[in-house]
């Protein structure tokens, strides 16, 4: 009797680090569009991010991507769902260190 496949979340950011934000070049994760990852039901993906702006020129496609990466490059996951949400609002704060050198936004 062996366990099931379980989604490990590490796998999941990993992912998320392979979806660049295209305006700036950075990623998902790092540029702190990433709000919760959950693990459901052990291969079911469901994640909470959000965009820059609520008229961000890629509101339709970059939620797309970050799934689509999810499922393809994830070990053992069977579904992935993304949802879009606005509160609390994006700012650079949430940006990683990295992401904010890479920007060259310092603060």
């Not at 939620?63 to 769902?81: E, G, Q, S, Y």
């Not at 879009?84 to 904010?100: F, G, L, Q, Y």
Request: with cysteine; charged share 25%; net charge negative.
């Amino acid at each position: 009797m062996g366990t099931e496949p379980e989604v490990v979340k590490d796998d999941v950011i990993e992912a998320l680090k392979m979806v660049e934000d295209p305006e700036l070049k950075i990623n998902v994760y790092d540029m702190g569009l990433i709000y919760d990852i959950a693990i459901v039901a052990l291969t079911q993906v469901h994640i909470k991010m959000t965009l820059t702006a609520p008229n961000c020129p890629e509101a339709q496609s970059l939620p797309l991507k970050v799934r689509d990466m999810v499922k393809r490059a994830v070990p053992f996951v069977t579904d992935c769902t993304v949802e879009i949400v606005w509160e609390p609002p994006w700012t650079k704060d949430r940006m990683s260190e990295d992401a904010r050198l890479a920007s060259g936004i310092f603060f």
